[in-house]
């Protein structure tokens, strides 16, 4: 049965849609028990599809700005109406949402679930935040449930789950139109237990400023008490409950100056959150030390206390106002240490300098420091040659290899030095052997064993030897 409309005319040019939900009791099989059906919602006696006016529309956990979002959805999506309270329409969860169960309540097999405890509640799941406070619903022993993920909040494990039949969500109803009846309602009701909670962490997008002049646009109409009326059109089953019928129509009422300002007031301070939000979670993907933190802290500073902002926004601003102040004192921290390390740093590098060159001394001093010099010469010793002094012919050490060296060059010897007991001689097996000159004895060429007659060449300090 198509959705009954009535389009009334105001100052010519102003046309709205008065909704046509029958309020009734209805009870459904095998279906979550929804905690809020009775917290002052009137229950529809037909569910209705209605079609999202607007972009970023916001769906809450509950009826009222404090509760805390829950998803987002834009102009075109339809959604099913099973209820109403003051400003607020009531909606099964549409495609994408979930909700939260605990997981010691639930025997998991896969995908699917079924329920262990007796009376286990559930609760709404947001994809804009990580709350879970809002009980939606209840679901008895062996009741099954569609599993489609876990979660970890305040140290519990939780399963996300496909939202029970009778588990329900809230849109202001300015950005919902409403489009035909789809059939008898099958919401059961539960009287609520558990008062509104208090979100602990919300996440809220812009609010979504209604179409000019109120319902005029294809919205709902304005005024809360046009749902509780009889149309008028004789349709079965539009009537509602406890209600006469009546053939007066809903007269839709145009937003006032002040309510569309708060409104944009409003819509402009969640924007400013949003882009606050942004803001800070791309700050977190810099390193520490390029985290604007103060800015960032200055608006969420401004966010806590500004009154056109929603209370849970606010809080949530105050909260996470609080974390960056403690970070940003981390932040300090790191950034002192830091420089000092850099001052640290400054004061060391004359004196890596000096090591340097120290090194440098020591390594061309290894490089000039031999075993022995002298030049070379045959020996009537076989496979053997010596080294002598080039001023006496006097043998100063043999040595078991030339090392490609010429006879009768002056060179430097480094190797092993040793004593053959049987020749009663002093013997070397170079490692390496270098042409050096014999005027550089004294001036950066040392050796163990050199040459008598080059001991004039050594420095006044150094003892002879």
Known sequence: MLLSMEVLTMNSSLKSLAVLIALSLAVAPASAQPANSSDGVEQARMNYEGRILGNQVTLR???????????????????I?????????RIVPPEGTHSLIAKEFVTVTGNSGRISGTVVNVRSGSTLNSQYSTIHGKLQRGDAVDILGEVELDGKTWLKIKPPPGTTLFVKKDF???????????????????????????????AVTPP??????????????????????????????????????ATPREPSSIELARASAQQQAEVAYDQAETTWRAAMDKPLEDQPLPEILSRFEALAVNEDLPVTLRQQSASTASFIRSRNQTREDVLKLRQSQAEMQARLQPLQAQNR???????QADMN???????????????????VDPATGRTLVYLRSTGGATVGQFVGVKGPLSRDENL??????????????????GRGTTAEIFPPSLRGQLPTTQPAR
Do not use: C, M
């Open 61 to 79: 956990s509950g009826p009222g700005e404090n509760y805390y979002p829950v998803i987002r959805l834009d102009t075109g999506a339809t959604v």
């Open 81 to 89: 109406i099973n209820g109403i309270k003051f400003d607020w329409l």
């Open 176 to 206: 919902v139109e409403p489009v035909r009846a789809l059939g008898p309602a099958v919401i059961p009701v539960t009287p609520l237990t558990t008062p509104p909670a208090t979100p602990r962490d919300p996440v809220a997008g812009p």
């Open 212 to 249: 000019s002049g109120g319902a005029a646009g294809g919205g709902v109409a304005g005024n809360p008490a046009d749902l509780n009326r009889d149309t008028g059109t004789g349709i079965p089953g539009t009537e509602l409950a406890n209600q006469p019928r009546t053939s007066t129509p």
């Open 357 to 363: 060159q120290l090194a440098d001394q020591f390594r």
């Open 369 to 387: 420091r031999f075993t022995a010099i002298g030049q070379l010469q045959t020996s009537t010793l076989a496979n053997l040659h010596r080294l």
């Open 424 to 441: 009663n001689i002093q013997l070397v097996t170079p490692e390496s052997i270098f042409p050096i000159d014999p005027g550089s004895f």
